[in-house]
């Protein structure tokens, strides 16, 4: 993944997937498959540093930064492991922390847009215009 790139679901749910040490999610809200990605990881907070938190406001899902089946399935996991959800009202902007990693996004209204596709050829300008990076993902070499 370059250094400006395109946030979506997958790109979220891989580096949760990746996670070793920790995971940080802080955004708005939360869509069904990335809920269901950090809920795998709850049960491993012996051995995994995670911290969640989300806008608990229903605007959240009504503009459609994330979905209520989301936030349900968050919620859910959380009560089964002992897990607390943090929250932020008025939380707008996405960052992921993984390891080492720092991913932070712009996160698509979903009633309004599209969410950009992280496996959009970054190369091509056609395409490149409807996968515009809506991210910024560092890590110990950011240029990798």
Same mark, same amino acid.
């Given at each position: 993944?370059?250094?400006?790139?395109?946030?979506?679901?997958?790109?979220?749910?891989?580096?949760?997937?990746?996670?070793?040490?920790?995971?940080?999610?802080?955004?708005?809200?939360?869509?069904?498959p990335v809920a269901k990605?950090?809920?795998?990881?709850?049960?491993?907070?012996?051995?995994?540093?995670?911290?969640?938190?989300?806008?608990?406001?229903?605007?959240?899902?009504?503009?459609?930064? %994330?979905?209520?089946? /989301?936030?349900? *399935? &968050?919620?859910?996991?959380?009560?089964?492991?002992?897990?607390?959800? !943090? #929250?932020?009202? %008025?939380?707008?902007? /996405?960052?992921? *922390? &993984?390891?080492?990693?720092t991913l932070i996004w712009?996160?698509?209204? !979903? #009633?309004?847009?599209?969410?950009?596709?992280?496996?959009?050829?970054?190369?091509?300008?056609?395409?490149?215009?409807?996968?515009?990076?809506?991210?910024?993902?560092?890590?110990?070499?950011?240029?990798?």
């Amino acid at each position: 993944m370059s250094t400006f790139c395109a946030v979506d679901d997958a790109a979220l749910i891989d580096l949760i997937h990746d996670a070793r040490k920790r995971i940080v999610f802080i955004a708005p809200g939360v869509h069904e498959p990335v809920a269901k990605a950090l809920g795998k990881r709850f049960s491993e907070v012996d051995d995994l540093d995670v911290t969640v938190v989300l806008d608990p406001d229903e605007d959240v899902c009504r503009i459609g930064y %994330g979905d209520a089946k /989301g936030l349900e *399935l &968050v919620n859910e996991y959380a009560k089964q492991h002992c897990f607390w959800v !943090r #929250s932020q009202p %008025g939380l707008r902007v /996405g960052v992921l *922390l &993984v390891d080492d990693k720092t991913l932070i996004w712009s996160p698509t209204p !979903r #009633s309004v847009e599209a969410p950009p596709s992280s496996d959009a050829p970054q190369h091509d300008s056609e395409e490149r215009k409807s996968a515009s990076p809506n991210g910024l993902l560092l890590g110990k070499n950011p240029h990798k």
